[in-house]
């Protein structure tokens, strides 16, 4: 019995398994930030006036905007001006991405291949269409032919501002707006690439759409969009996957994702973030400040998100739902894992703005280390919105004596048929669940991942299967090491 | 200090016509620090975090000045609906914010216990008085302590030495009435308890008709060992009355704080209570009632502090919110590292009952350390439906149907108080405004 | 098998076992009864290597090997086998899963194959008939939402699955309709071998009518105050536990 803290110490202490770099030329922007720069950018990517103008405007928000600092995280002060706000693998055709996929060099689709990520055909077995993200570029987009003939388009940020600029004028900022905060805008003035969905009226996504983001150059920032649009009555399953070398100095991914749900439109977004969180002294990492925010424009609309973050030094981020459209649900569906020095600051937005809106937030955090995470949330029901629902469940499980965890829920309520709901737990592990699991004959490290797992089952469920087995794993490797 | 420069600060009259008065070097000098402290942070400004709901543009409109002479005729009669019937009970009345001992009760001093005006205190030159007021580093955030501290003047010491079960009742009652001009109180509270005393104490703040003051009180309760509080606050202002309270709290080993705070009036209304649970076995129960009707501004933040291990808190606060009545509501606990064993677990259910209602609500939990039990939940409803059919197919019309039921959702708080003449005179004061909830009684 | 030598032992420095010595041979079964506090959960507990107790004194060797030495996982995996008393809930693991992972658990560490998921749902299956248990038992998580009975029928199950050399059973009986009770006494019966050996924990002897023991013990002030044959159980049904606890207090 004396083993057990122990085992439990080394079953913490696993190794990230991405932190691999790829040695690859780069055209890469000197670091700073100005006009010029951004102007470069732009120019690079040969977009159009209104997209130039567009991230002008931002950038002149940006700069008499004020870094946020009331999330419960502490970092020391980022440069901005030290940041190399683009680099692009030179390989890569820079002016509208790959036609095939034999146009990528080959020591991306190695990158991928270790990563897990399978960009040739044989994806097709896995029925998973893939945008993979190098840095800042798109560099593989599959089945882009087969989604088309549906009508879907499914592309790089960058090749959508070339061939549907109509769309993304339309659409891009109208969720996020280039002056939403901080880093929303910084995104907005500088963003390279990300990936671009279309999903027209009445089509049902015949396979799950995915990206993969890599972040491979050092001292760069990733500075990803990602724009969904879902027509009246269409369906789109959406993942996002994420890793990054292992630095010993800190990185800033700021992305901003914006999701449109038309009239009976169901949107699901499930990431699994598994940036480079650092090491064990809490030295390096990816500084992970996201804005993600999803419109149910429509009647009958429906955003999912589904999150499992086990990654990055920092995480700063509050997927969202708008329910704009009457009966328009919203959900929200959360792991976070922290270990060794990580922070998260969490959680979800619900705006009930239409009348009959449900929003469902589930929220599971596990701290380990000197981890701090916190949940925070906001379940905002208006005046008008009628019969408003909110059920909120977030529970928290603790695995070491120094870390913390906390919760920050907002209800701001006006209208009296609303219901809104929330409960919280906050406990250590299971000692007797431990032991039960042992007196079995499951070792410990496998008892802790069974109750943990067991633990976070509510949202494993919600990711699609392939996922939902990566997580699984993923969680596993998070925690090596983690109960003490 | 740069906007607002040119014109003077807020209660610069009134502090400059307080140094007129005759005060020993030490209050004098506690006084200047805490209202330059009060000058410097100014009200809250309306981005912070603890001040985000409640606006306190309104408060800072108005100029309050001290009241210096209170109603001469006021008699008991005209604040009856106040008072604790009890045959021991040791009142002391303040009529805005100024000790009126005619008002107050004549029984006999309880062995053990001490309860003296403040002002008397003053005037004596008590020597340990200076020692008994709250450290500096605990109010040096919070201005409206800082403006309770400028103008320290009046209030009651309330000290039980140690191993004395007090049965008799303490109350302390704040009557705010109607003036020409609207004034000021800042009275200041301090109690302190020795090893195993057991006691109630009951601050009630009642409003006569048409007044429309500013009451800013300070509560600071320090409980020895194995001492038991039972500590009940109501708050029964006039329509136009503000209200801001402070209470901090204090716990050594095993000692118990029973909570009761009722907010059934006033206009603007804003209260913290603090609690430190600062050794083991300590623990607390922290229970609350607050109607937000008419176009009252109901604001309740409670933090508890678990600083050690094994410590518990139990918290419920229940909130009632129709006509165009606002009610915020933000229960902080935080759990120390070395807080093993904490058990803490809070519970805030709302009712919004009108259009124009809101409510704001706000659980927290930090917690830095692993082995505890932590929870809390949130509820945002409306009267069940079921019940309110079941209620009128015995006969009963809708409006009292629903009376009945939102009653009894407060009623729920009430039974919890286990001292008794207490449950009994926090079920009175809850009729006041509710009245439903007495016809339950039955008695 | 196991032979217990003058253990002693203390939960939160409370000395609540004052000297036990109790040898169980292979093929036996023995029935440790006792009044409440008197130390039969202590025993089983330790046994099975819980937490929160600390042992003083004394020895508790298990086929020749140190079994305090061992982890609870080494004990499961080396046939020892505990039905608690309070069988514990793991919310969001599904029933069938944790037991094929203890079961595959305690194959490698044989040095077998494992067994996959059809194979060993067969296998479960046969034995859910005896235990009377619902398949859709299989797919809730441990123990959660189950009734009192319903669990210890699971502790069976898992037994029956898991095949212990050695079976410890902590007041299996205790709360349990007459029904239920056959029920669990026929998933005990079933694993009755010359090969094992069972110690069942209980307060009362009703389970002994079901499940005929070799030996009863009764545990009186953290000793074993009286061994005796089956006949001891029903003396004390009729006599109750006083006359053999004076003596022991003694």
Redesign the interface.
Same mark, same amino acid.
């Given at each position: 019995m004396a083993k057990r803290a122990s085992d439990v110490e080394k079953l913490v202490r696993s190794e990230y398994r991405h932190g691999f770099v790829t040695d690859i030329e780069a055209d890469t922007v000197p670091p700073g930030l100005n006009e010029d720069v951004i102007r470069l950018i732009s120019a690079k990517k040969a977009e159009p006036e209104f997209m130039r103008e567009w991230r002008l405007k931002a950038y002149r928000r940006w700069i008499t905007m004020q870094e946020p600092h009331?999330a419960h995280v502490q970092h020391s002060p980022i440069d901005y001006q030290a940041i190399s706000y683009y680099s692009a693998p030179k390989t890569q055709p820079q002016e509208d991405g790959p036609k095939s996929l034999k146009d990528v060099d080959p020591k991306l689709l190695e990158t991928y291949e270790k990563l897990g990520v399978p960009l040739h055909e044989r994806a097709k077995l896995a029925g998973v269409a893939v945008d993979a993200v190098f840095d800042s570029v798109s560099v593989a987009t599959t089945f882009r032919k087969k989604l088309a003939d549906v009508g879907i388009i499914f592309c790089s940020f960058s090749y959508a501002v070339q061939n549907h600029p109509q769309l993304v004028e339309q659409y891009l900022g109208s969720v996020v707006p280039y002056s939403d905060n901080f880093f929303a805008s910084l995104n907005s003035a500088v963003f390279s690439d990300g990936s671009f969905v279309f999903v027209p009226k009445g089509v049902r996504c015949p396979m799950e759409l995915s990206t993969y983001f890599r972040m491979n150059a050092a001292n760069t920032g990733q500075f990803e969009r990602t724009l969904i649009i879902a027509e009246e009555g269409a369906y789109v399953s959406y993942l996002e996957g994420c890793t990054a070398p292992m630095r010993d100095k800190n990185q800033l991914h700021a992305a901003v994702v914006e999701l449109i749900a038309l009239e009976g439109a169901h949107i699901k977004y499930s990431t699994v973030q598994n940036w480079y969180p650092g090491d064990a002294n809490g030295q390096g990492g990816i500084y992970n400040f996201v804005t993600k925010r999803g419109d149910c424009r429509g009647a009958n609309s429906h955003i999912a998100w589904t999150q499992v973050e086990t990654g990055s030094a920092i995480t700063w981020k509050y997927p969202s739902v708008l329910l704009r459209g009457d009966n328009s649900i919203g959900e929200f569906y959360s792991v976070a894992v922290t270990n060794n020095f990580q922070q998260a600051d969490t959680g979800t937005k619900m705006v009930h703005i239409g009348k009959n809106t449900r929003s469902t937030i589930v929220s599971k955090g596990i701290s380990a280390g000197r981890s701090q995470n916190s949940y925070r949330g906001l379940v905002k029901v208006v &005046?008008a919105a009628e019969n408003a629902r909110n059920y909120t469940q977030c529970d928290?499980l603790?695995? /070491? #004596?120094?870390? &913390?965890?906390?919760?920050? @829920?907002?209800? !701001?309520?006006? #209208? @009296?048929?609303?219901?809104? !709901?929330? !409960?919280?737990?906050? /406990?250590?592990i299971d000692d007797d669940q431990l032991f039960y699991c042992r007196s079995r004959g499951i070792s410990a490290e496998d008892a802790v991942n069974m109750v943990v797992s067991g633990f976070c089952k509510d949202v494993f469920k919600e990711l699609p299967m392939e996922f939902a087995v990566e997580a699984q794993g993923l969680l596993a490797v998070s925690l090596e090491g983690a109960v003490g | 200090m740069n906007a607002v420069a040119e014109t003077a600060p807020p209660y610069a009259d009134s502090f400059a016509a307080l140094q007129h008065t005759r005060a020993p070097d030490w209050l004098a000098e506690l006084r200047r620090s805490a209202f330059a402290r009060f000058t410097e942070r100014g009200f809250p400004p309306e981005r912070a975090?603890d001040w985000k709901?409640s606006n306190t543009r309104a408060l800072q409109k108005l100029r309050f000045s001290p009241a210096t002479t209170p109603p001469t005729n006021l008699g008991t009669e005209a604040i009856a609906a106040a008072l604790l019937q009890h045959p021991q009970v040791q009142r002391l009345v303040f009529v805005d914010g100024v000790h009126v001992p005619a008002l107050g009760s004549k029984h006999a001093a309880v062995p053990g216990l001490r309860i003296t005006p403040l002002d008397t205190a003053l005037r004596e030159h008590r020597a340990d008085l200076r020692e008994l007021l709250l450290p500096e580093a605990r109010w040096d955030n919070d201005p409206f302590t800082a403006l309770n501290t400028a103008f320290l003047a009046d209030g009651a010491l309330i000290e039980a030495a140690g191993n004395v079960q007090v049965t008799a009742p303490v109350q302390l009652v704040f009557v705010s009435t109607p003036h020409t001009e609207a004034c000021a109180s800042h009275p200041r509270v301090m109690v302190t308890l020795g090893t195993n005393v057991k006691l109630t104490l009951v601050e009630s703040y009642f409003g006569l008709d048409g007044a429309a003051n500013f009451t800013n009180s300070c509560t600071q309760i320090a409980l020895a060992a194995n001492s038991r509080l039972d500590y009940f606050a109501v708050q029964r202002e006039a329509q136009g009355d503000f209200h801001v309270s402070r209470v901090y709290v204090s716990q050594r080993e095993r000692s118990r704080f029973a909570s009761h705070v009722y907010n059934l009036g006033g206009e603007w209304v804003r209260n913290d209570l603090r609690v430190r649970l600062e050794d083991a076995g300590a623990s607390v129960r922290m229970d609350g009632v607050y109607l937000a009707d008419r176009s009252r501004h109901v604001d309740n933040h409670t933090r508890i502090d678990h600083l050690v291990a094994y410590t518990a808190s139990d918290e419920l606060y229940r909130g009632i919110i129709r006509d165009r009545g606002h009610a915020v509501f933000n229960g902080k606990v935080v759990v120390a590292?070395a807080a093993?064993k904490t058990d803490a677990t809070q519970t805030n259910n +709302?009712l919004?009952? $009108?259009?124009n209602?809101? =409510?704001?609500?706000?659980?927290?939990?930090?917690?830095?350390?692993?082995?505890?039990?932590? +929870?809390?939940?949130? $509820? =945002?409803?409306?009267l069940d439906e079921q019940a309110l059919f079941y209620l009128r197919s015995r006969g009963l019309d809708l409006d009292t149907a629903r009376e009945l039921l939102t009653g009894a959702f407060a009623r729920v708080v009430t039974d919890r108080i286990a001292a008794e003449p207490l449950r009994r005179f926090a079920l009175e004061q809850l009729a006041s405004a509710l009245p439903q909830v007495a016809a339950e009684d039955g008695a | 098998m196991l032979s217990i030598k003058n253990l002693h032992a203390n939960v939160a420095d409370k000395e609540i076992l004052k000297g036990i010595n109790l040898d169980v041979k292979a093929g036996e079964i023995h029935a440790v009864m006792g009044p409440n506090g008197s130390g039969k959960s202590t025993l089983a507990n330790i046994l099975a290597g819980r937490d929160g107790y600390t042992v003083t004194q004394g020895s508790v060797s298990y086929q020749g090997q140190d079994l305090l030495a061992m982890d609870p996982e080494t004990r499961a995996c080396a046939g020892v086998f505990l039905a608690l008393q309070y069988p514990v809930e793991i919310p969001g693991v599904n029933n069938v899963y944790f037991l094929k992972a203890a079961y595959n658990a305690i194959r490698k560490h044989r040095g077998e194959e494992q067994v996959d998921a059809v194979k060993f749902l067969g296998l479960v299956k046969d034995k859910m008939k005896l235990v009377d248990i619902d398949t859709a038992f299989l797919n809730r998580a441990v123990n959660e939402g189950f009734s009192g009975g319903e669990k210890k029928r699971n502790e069976i199950l898992q037994m029956l699955v898991l095949e212990p050399r050695l079976a410890l059973l902590d007041e299996t009986d205790s709360g349990l309709d007459i029904d239920a009770l056959k029920v669990v006494a026929k998933g005990i019966n079933a694993l009755r071998s010359p090969e094992r050996a069972m110690v069942l924990v209980t307060h009362y002897q009703r389970l002994l009518d079901y499940v005929v023991p070799d030996c009863v013990h009764v545990l009186a002030a953290g000793r074993i105050a009286k061994s005796g044959d089956k006949s001891l159980a029903a003396e004390l049904e009729q006599r109750g536990y006083d006359w053999v606890t004076a003596g022991a207090s003694a």
């Open positions: 009331w &005046g928290a603790l695995l /070491s #004596n120094q870390c &913390g965890a906390h919760t920050f @829920p907002y209800m !701001e309520v006006k #209208n @009296p048929t609303a219901k809104v !709901e929330h !409960e919280a737990t906050t /406990s250590k | 975090e709901y590292e093993i +709302n919004l009952l $009108t259009r209602g809101e =409510i704001d609500t706000k659980p927290e939990l930090e917690i830095y350390a692993d082995d505890v039990k932590c +929870n809390h939940g949130a $509820t =945002i409803g409306q | -």
